[in-house]
């Protein structure tokens, strides 16, 4: 669906002579069958589409969670990929190493061994949740459990930010790092230094930059964003009177294709993001 600008931004064109900023929409490309064991997180890669599964209870270290593969069409490849992981959900990627929030661990996976390397235990954590990676290797993972955010060098965990309530998605993006909460999505660029860039009256869940300053943002319940650089946002998908939410999404910025996770829908689905430019 198309959305209107705000007033401010438009008032702001108008007054300074630049253009209005586009319009953005979605559209769908393909869905899976409803074959997926509640998918959380979509990870767009080369080789393939990584999917986390939990399987079980969302908070629950029952082992029925793992990380699916499917191809860029939306074919599974294997729903058994990795197995034994108890709620994973966000994933994040390093080399060749897939980064996984399980619980109180991020789980480290050998992607050319299809196998677990290692766990990294985060002591007092108790619901990871998403999970990024910066370009130095510094791994960044939310608490939503806790309103924590934790911060990785070195197999080491300290408390990068805390009392965020309800923090969910995250993002590094060169020296930033981009939260979302139960109210909106913040930027940090020091540990315990947070401001806010723009209200999410449903929460937010996924983070995904489009390349250009902007991100795509969504609350879980069914509703996808398109932020701008100063915090302006654009409704581009409400699902949220179904069973399909928008969950933990990927991107993929070569073919501008959004990968969206529907959690109880029990599938991936994928959009192709496009834009209308104001004269």
């Given at each position: ?172 993006v060169g020296k930033l ?40 943002v969504t609350s879980w ?59």
């Amino acid at each position: 669906m198309r959305c209107t600008l705000s007033m401010s931004v438009l008032a702001l064109a108008l007054a300074t002579g630049r253009p209005s900023i586009a319009q953005h929409r979605v559209d769908k490309l393909w869905e899976t069958d409803s074959v997926l064991a509640i998918p959380e997180s979509v990870l767009p890669q080369r080789e393939c589409l990584y999917v986390s599964l939990i399987d079980g209870g969302a908070w629950a270290a029952d082992h029925k969670g793992g990380v699916a593969r499917l191809d860029h069409h939306g074919k599974v490849l294997s729903d058994t990929w990795i197995t034994g992981l108890d709620a994973p959900k966000g994933l994040a990627r390093y080399g060749n190493l897939l980064y996984v929030a399980d619980l109180s661990n991020v789980v480290v996976i050998d992607i050319p061994a299809n196998r677990i390397d290692h766990k990294i235990p985060v002591p007092g954590a108790k619901g990871l949740n998403d999970i990024t990676v910066a370009n130095d290797g510094t791994v960044y993972v939310t608490d939503t459990q806790q309103s924590n955010v934790f911060k990785i060098q070195e197999e080491k965990p300290s408390l990068y930010a805390d009392s965020l309530k309800g923090v969910n998605g995250i993002k590094a993006v060169g020296k930033l790092v981009y939260i979302l909460t139960g109210d909106g999505m913040y930027v940090s660029d020091a540990p315990h230094k947070v401001r806010k860039l723009c209200d999410l009256e449903h929460g937010g869940d996924g983070i995904e930059p489009v390349g250009n300053g902007d991100f795509l943002v969504t609350s879980w319940g069914g509703w996808l964003y398109y932020v701008n650089a100063a915090g302006d946002k654009q409704l581009l998908l409400d699902t949220h009177e179904t069973n399909h939410k928008t969950a933990d999404i990927g991107y993929d910025p070569e073919t501008k294709t959004v990968y969206v996770p529907t959690f109880l829908g029990r599938s991936v689905a994928a959009y192709r993001l496009s834009a209308d430019h104001g004269q």
